[in-house]
């Protein structure tokens, strides 16, 4: 299957639907259960992979644990997590676009750095070019640092922070690496860091934005959200 044996019952059933295949729940749950078929859970513990730096003063929180946006452009969620590999870890920041759950924008470091989480953002940037965006997250001394402000002040990008460690304050990014992370990262070892990041960016790219099903847009993909409901890019006041 193209999920690769991670899809439980409601993304099955709606697979099945796509290609004109009719099945009440009770009775695809069962024969799941008689194939021994079920979906991964997820089993992320929280780590804090950011220290707030107390030299710098922290941007506002703009928003106030209200994770939603009526269109693109509006309201971005920003974090990081490490990846295991034989050769140590490496990191992964990510760019999620709240109306769509789209990853906008990652970057891979050997380091938690302002570098790192900058270059996330410049590829969001890029594939975006966004008016004026909120770019919210925790208060991680590389969300803190004056070369991330200088960013986003230059590119009218408004940060916006939560508190410290708090996984509430970044629910929908924790929810991303909590998939990330059942769904490919536990079941899978690497022995280098090019392997992983070559897993990564496929997992990314082929899979989670373009044909992964959410529960959330009504189980269909990031990118066929977009296609279906074409979001109004709440800066320009036109349809992308």
Not at 80 to 86: F, G, S
């Amino acid at each position: 299957m193209a999920s690769d044996e991670t899809y439980g019952m409601p993304r099955v059933r709606a697979e099945l639907i796509n290609v004109g295949v009719v099945a009440s729940r009770k009775r695809l749950a069962r024969l799941m259960r008689q194939g021994q078929m079920r979906g991964v859970s997820r089993r992320r513990d929280y780590v804090v992979t950011t220290e707030r730096d107390k030299r710098q003063r922290p941007a506002p929180d703009l928003v106030n644990r209200e994770f939603v946006a009526r269109g693109i452009n509006e309201l971005w969620v920003a974090d990081m997590t490490y990846l295991p590999t034989w050769a140590r870890f490496i990191y992964l920041a990510v760019v999620l676009e709240v109306y769509s759950r789209k990853v906008v924008g990652w970057a891979f470091g050997e380091h938690m750095t302002a570098d790192l989480v900058g270059a996330a953002l410049n590829v969001a940037l890029h594939t975006r070019k966004p008016g004026s965006v909120i770019h919210h997250s925790d208060q991680g001394s590389q969300y803190t640092s004056l070369a991330f402000g200088k960013r986003c002040k230059e590119m009218g990008v408004r940060p916006s922070l939560g508190t410290v460690g708090d996984a509430y304050d970044k629910a929908m990014a924790e929810s991303f690496f909590a998939r990330l992370e059942c769904e490919l990262i536990a079941r899978r070892g690497w022995k280098t860091k090019a392997e992983a990041r070559t897993a990564v960016f496929t997992w990314i790219e082929a899979w989670y934005n373009p044909r992964r099903r959410h529960s959330a847009l009504g189980q269909i993909s990031p990118i066929n959200f977009e296609r279906k409901h074409p979001p109004i890019d709440l800066h320009t006041d036109t349809i992308t």
